[in-house]
T-cell receptor
Framework: DQQVKQNSPSLSVQEGRISILNCDYTNSMFDYFLWYKKYPAEGPTFLIS?????DKNEDGRFTVFLNKSAKHLSLHIVPSQPGDSAVYFC??????????FGPGTRLSVLP | SQTIHQWPATLVQPVGSPLSLECTVE??????LYWYRQAAGRGLQLLFYSVGIGQISSEVPQNLSASRPQDRQFILSSKKLLLSDSGFYLCAWSSQPTEQYFGPGTRLTVT
């Protein structure tokens, strides 16, 4: 039973345009959501997070939106750059101590 | 600043051999520690997490085990490796729910 879903395994976007990565979850007890970026053969790097009491958090080119009623969050990257090409993981923290990760979406930013 | 180390970076082991992967964290005290596995083409699967010395929670039953002999040391072990144990193993730490920091990972190939 996958509690965090990223239904798009891959996404291609033109450089300079917006990248939108989506994530859905099933557990209403999740209280924190995080996005990670991962290059091959490296550990994931934290990008941005959002508390369940907020609906938007912005950090530079990265914005995360949370829709609690729909149990959906999205990561917007504007403008997209070739260096953004990586696998992006959505993660959720339950009210305990551990994190649940989605399967990831591979983003390709085309020059 | 905090750093997290994992070794070895790559490992090739025959089926049935033992395994020991080590993770250490510097620059923080009493972190929560995690072991994840990323199988080929899949997301991050939480294997174990620890909130303190000697305290280990297992998320997935398998032939792996974890130990935390010191505050900032986390070890992943197996007595007899299976082919299905191949994957990319990641150690991570956190001290607050907003972020989780990953090590560089260990690529394990069981032959």
């Amino acid at each position: 039973d996958q509690q965090v879903k990223q239904n798009s395994p891959s996404l291609s976007v033109q450089e300079g345009r917006i990248s939108i990565l989506n994530c859905d979850y099933t557990n209403s007890m999740f209280d924190y959501f995080l996005w990670y970026k991962k290059y091959p053969a490296e550990g994931p790097t934290f990008l941005i997070s959002i508390s369940s009491i907020k609906d938007k958090n912005e950090d530079g080119r990265f914005t995360v939106f949370l829709n609690k009623s729909a149990k959906h969050l999205s990561l917007h990257i504007v403008p997209s750059q070739p260096g953004d090409s990586a696998v992006y993981f959505c993660a959720a923290r339950n009210y305990g101590q551990n994190f649940v990760f989605g399967p990831g979406t591979r983003l390709s930013v085309l020059p | 600043s905090q750093t997290i180390h994992q070794w070895p970076a790559t490992l090739v082991q025959p089926v049935g051999s033992p395994l020991s992967l080590e993770c250490t964290v510097e620059g923080t005290s009493n972190p929560n520690l995690y072991w994840y596995r990323q199988a080929a083409g899949r997301g991050l699967q939480l294997l174990f997490y620890s909130v303190g010395i000697g305290q280990i929670s297992s998320e997935v039953p398998q032939n792996l085990s974890a130990s935390r002999p010191q505050d900032r040391q986390f070890i992943l072990s197996s007595k007899k490796l299976l082919l299905s144990d191949s994957g990319f193993y990641l150690c991570a730490w956190s001290s607050q729910p907003t972020e989780q920091y990953f090590g560089p990972g260990t690529r394990l190939t069981v032959t």
